[in-house]
Structures are given as structure tokens and as C-alpha cells.
């Protein structure tokens, strides 16, 4: 696989855009949330240089989400195109075009959201494949927390013309689920292989790398070249605990020095932000230095985090070492941070 983000002097960086996820949302006060020209609540987007309106149904505005605030935009433009709406594929289309032309490898899905029953989720899946696959030769990346919904998705694939081509993704395989392992291996697929444990989330470096490293050898097993491993040690929110960011970041370096060149390691890096103001920045700094310890790959949105910037920014700056503070650790409780950031001295970068 070749990511288009290698192209002039930028290090080699697989992206798997993670943008086609049902569980996207813009706030309702956003400029995205606006009016249509017939005055009905609409999710705003530009198609081909022209502004478009995406309704806002009435049923998502019973919802709970809606009532805090939030607007699952993908899962109302699924919906709608899922119905037959054309104005719910031209959102989808943009989405995926804009993921396209910004460097994405892979294009990750996911319907988690769109239903708690797992017909009506191993539908969407199978309908979204279909649309995404009729919009870009991009491999896709099959996402969700149930197998049986990857593997909806996985064999939507024979329905589709034009033969095989580039590997599919599987996201994701852990020890709690080396059953997903069988999936990738019967479909020629890559796989994400987390440091998930068998009972729950890893506490230490150790612990990341040792499990990861143990899926890693059961996919070796069922006969997963390691080229088509993409090893993720699990991001976890810097707001939550200040240690997080050096965890995972020892993970990364410590998993690349056992395996090799050979195998690839990636990582939902904006996890890393939740609960934190000036996302993107922290967001950019962590790739970069997830980049330096070993990380060829990660799970992004390659629209609003411009890898050519990222391997380009300015260390001496006050934003950059700030943010490296937060994320290493050596701002306790990220205090310096949020006060800067409440003083307006972390805007403009």
C-alpha cells in the first residue's frame, strides 16, 4: 500500500481517514448547523464549489444528542441516503472526496451508531461499502466493535466489479477478539491489531506491547504477513491521566524495536485531545512525535491535520512546546496549557 501522503518531502505516513463514522457530530451553535433557502434546520457543505443543505429530519431531533447539542451529520446523510435521498450521497461524496484529495490510504468506516440492532447495522454497512466503493478506488477500512458487522462489510466486497485490488483493512483484532483475525486471514485483509487486553484496557507501556505483540504472532500464525499488520498500542485522552501520553508513546518506540521495519504501527491519535481545547494542535504534536518514535501510520482526519504542516512545525514556538508539555507529561494536569489557551496565548498558530 502506498498512502499518497508520501508524495515530495513528506515522510512516508499512511493515513486511514477516519471521517466516514456514524459517529461524527458538529454542535448545533457551529457554523455547520445553519438554515436552507426554505428556512428548515440544515447541516451545510460545499459540493463541487457550490453550498448545499443536508435537512436535519425531525426524528434526530427527538434524539438525546440533538437535545445537548450535537448532530451526528454522517449518520443523518447514511440515513438519508440509505432512503433514497440524493442530498444524503452528495454529502456522503463530499466527505469521501475531501478525504480523498487530502492524502487518506485507507477510507475507515463505521455504522456503530446508525442502530442497536445488528441487522440494521450489517445493512448500513453493506450499503455504505457500496456507496464509498462507488465513489473512490480508495481500499476501505471495515470498523466496528462487532465482528459480525466487519464481516458484513468485508464480503460486500464480492458484489462489487473490477476484481480484487488493493488489500482491505480490518479494524480491529485483540485478544479479546482473535476471532477477527480469521476474518482478515480468509479475506487477504490488513488488520489493526490493538494492545486491548482480554479483560480490558492495558495500564503500562508493558502491557500495550505485550499484548499487541501477542496478536501480532496469532495473526503471523493464521498466515497475515506482517506488512499487512498495522499494530495499534491504543491512544487514551491526555485530559484523563498526564502519564497517557508517554505510555503510549513508549509502546509505539518499544513495539517498532521488536518488530522491525516490516510491520506497521498506527494509532487513533486524536484520541489523545478528547476533553481539550486547541485539538488540533495537540492532535498534529502527538503525530509528530508518535512519527519520530516509530509510528508509520495513523488513524486521522487528514483534512483538518495537514501532515505537510505537521512534519514542518515550528519546535521553538510557544504553541509547539506547550503542547509537548501537555503530552509528555511535564505539564501536570495540563494547567500551564489551559491557562495559556484561556489567555489567548496558544491562538493563531
Known amino acids: 500500500m502506498t498512502s499518497s501522503s508520501e508524495q515530495g518531502s513528506r515522510p512516508p505516513f499512511i493515513i486511514i481517514g477516519e471521517n466516514v ?6 454542535l448545533r451553535k457551529g457554523k455547520r448547523i445553519t438554515s436552507d433557502p426554505d428556512d428548515n434546520e440544515a447541516i451545510s457543505y460545499r459540493d463541487g464549489g457550490e453550498e448545499r443543505f443536508l435537512p ?3 426524528t434526530v431531533k427527538t434524539t438525546q444528542d440533538y437535545e445537548e447539542g450535537r448532530v451526528k451529520h454522517v449518520q443523518v446523510a447514511i440515513r438519508a441516503a440509505m432512503a433514497g435521498d440524493d442530498e444524503g450521497h452528495r454529502y456522503l461524496r463530499s466527505i469521501v472526496q475531501r478525504q480523498e ?3 487518506a490510504a485507507f477510507l475507515d468506516l463505521n455504522v456503530d451508531e446508525i442502530s442497536v440492532n445488528v441487522a440494521e447495522q450489517q445493512e448500513a454497512m453493506r450499503f455504505l ?3 464509498v466503493a462507488g465513489i473512490s478506488d480508495l481500499p476501505l477500512s471495515i470498523d466496528s466493535s462487532l465482528v459480525d458487522i466487519i464481516r458484513a462489510g468485508l464480503e460486500a466486497r464480492a458484489d462489487l466489479p473490477g476484481g480484487a485490488g488493493e488489500p482491505w483493512m480490518l479494524n480491529s483484532a485483540s485478544l479479546e477478539r482473535l476471532d477477527a483475525l480469521d476474518l482478515a486471514a480468509t479475506h487477504s485483509a490488513c488488520v489493526v491489531a490493538t494492545a486491548a487486553g482480554e479483560e480490558g484496557m492495558p495500564d503500562t507501556p508493558d502491557e500495550r506491547v505485550a499484548n499487541a505483540s501477542r496478536v501480532v504472532e496469532a495473526a503471523v500464525e493464521r498466515g497475515i504477513p506482517l506488512d499487512r499488520i498495522y499494530i495499534d498500542p491504543l491512544v ?3 485530559s484523563v491521566d498526564s502519564r497517557f501520553g508517554n505510555d503510549c508513546l513508549a509502546a509505539v518506540k ?3 524495536d521488536r518488530f522491525g521495519s516490516e510491520v506497521h504501527v498506527t494509532g487513533g491519535f486524536s484520541n489523545v485531545s478528547f476533553g481539550m481545547p486547541q485539538r488540533r494542535l495537540i492532535n498534529d504534536t502527538f503525530v509528530l512525535l508518535a512519527f519520530e518514535r516509530g509510528a508509520d501510520s495513523g488513524i486521522v482526519d487528514p483534512v483538518t491535520s495537514h501532515l505537510d504542516e505537521v512534519f514542518d512545525m515550528d519546535r521553538d514556538s510557544v ?3 506547550m503542547a509537548e508539555d501537555v503530552l509528555l507529561g511535564r505539564d501536570e494536569y495540563c494547567a ?11 491562538d493563531g498558530g
Open 236 to 238: 487514551f485522552p491526555i
Open 129 to 131: 461499502v457500496h456507496t
Open 319 to 321: 504553541r509547539y512546546r
Open 56 to 58: 436535519i429530519p425531525d
Open 101 to 103: 484529495r487530502a492524502g
Open 336 to 346: 500551564a496549557f489551559l491557562r495559556a489557551h484561556r489567555n489567548g496565548e496558544l
Open 254 to 256: 518499544q513495539l517498532r
Open 21 to 26: 463514522h456514524a459517529t461524527r457530530v458538529f
